[in-house]
């Protein structure tokens, strides 16, 4: 069944937030792509602005959506990886993320909002899940959950930043390998720790009393 003109204007307005950004996407090019006349837009939306803020508002939801596996099933750990390992079209550049480059959006009260939003909501999962990795043991109690949290994000934003730069996707699988390692090793550092005898200190032996002579 064809999509109505309406949701036709929300995809092409999705597609072109992604591709070209907000400030260099037109009115006339979101019509050619949603292949609707000029007039569907002006029926069901006030303007570019207020279709770019549906449509911004629902590709934010869809990542938010994204991180609620870091509150899924499995062990906290295993639902950080897992979330980490998702795919993720590094050359294509995060559909959130890209927009904070876009002078108009930061510009714009209302659509910067959605994008801060969205990024809250994903940290402050982060942030739980790797509390609760934390309480499990399967980090150490040294982490500062808000920090870490924060650098796993800047991992896969920079992993786009990488990808796009070298039109690779290697740069962001590499750095999703890495981020993964460097939680492989601080769980390993808690195992050996929990491995390693306690020393324990020897009673020196009394000395000896000076016979006088």
Request: proline share 5%; aromatic share 4%.
């Amino acid at each position: 069944m064809k999509a109505g003109s309406r949701q036709r204007l929300i995809e092409a307005m999705e597609s072109l937030l992604w591709e070209r950004g907000y400030a260099a996407t037109s009115p006339r090019e979101v019509l050619d792509r949603a292949a609707v006349g000029q007039g569907s837009m002006y029926h069901h939306f006030s303007g570019k602005h207020e279709l770019a803020v549906e449509a911004l508002s629902i590709v934010a939801g869809e990542l938010a959506g994204e991180s609620s596996l870091l509150e899924g099933e499995g062990s906290p750990l295993e639902r950080i990886k897992r979330y980490l390992s998702l795919p993720r079209p590094g050359t294509r550049g995060c559909r959130v993320g890209r927009m904070t480059q876009d002078p108009q959006v930061v510009a714009d009260a209302e659509l910067i909002t959605i994008v801060a939003d969205a990024f809250n909501t994903m940290l402050g999962r982060w942030e739980q899940a790797i509390a609760a990795a934390i309480a499990a043991g399967e980090l150490p109690a040294s982490i500062v959950p808000g920090e870490l949290a924060r650098t796993l994000a800047a991992v896969i934003q920079g992993g786009y930043v990488l990808s796009r730069a070298q039109q690779s996707q290697a740069p962001m699988d590499a750095a999703i390998r890495g981020a993964i390692s460097l939680l492989n090793a601080q769980q390993s550092s808690i195992s050996a720790d929990s491995e390693t005898p306690a020393l324990t200190s020897k009673p020196e032996p009394a000395s000896r009393t000076k016979e006088s002579s």
